[in-house]
């Protein structure tokens, strides 16, 4: 199961959240009923914004996807790597840690 963001932004603004969609496809040759988990502990500059997890429901094999959007938030500025995600296959338990999803500058507050 692979994890990757669709349209990544390469600046973000601190404290202004955003929406980002993230492709999941499932490689294996069974049906995965799948869970999209962002660990906030793993997560550092840029964090999940709201619910932590997400149901996917159950995606085919062999290379089924779906698209789902998480919100993210960032923290203070610098360059972060956006990672801390794991894939959980809800009927079996198995967990897939994904390597991080993406790099993104984070700019200072906005100035009125």
Do not use: W
């Not at 049906?31 to 500059?45: K, V």
């Not at 809800?90 to 993104?104: A, D, R, T, W, Y």
């Amino acid at each position: 199961v692979t994890v990757e963001p669709l349209s990544p932004p390469s600046e973000m603004i601190v404290g202004v959240d955003i929406d980002i969609d993230f492709l999941v496809v499932n490689h294996s040759s069974r049906l995965l009923d799948l869970q999209l988990q962002m660990r906030l502990p793993m997560m550092t500059g840029v964090v999940i914004y709201g619910q932590s997890f997400k149901n996917l429901g159950v995606v085919r094999s062999n290379g089924g996807s779906v698209v789902c959007s998480v919100k993210l938030i960032a923290m203070v500025s610098g360059l972060f790597y956006v990672g801390g995600c794991y894939v959980v296959d809800l009927n079996s338990g198995m967990e897939i840690k994904q390597p991080n999803l993406m790099s993104v500058l984070v700019l200072g507050h906005k100035s009125d």
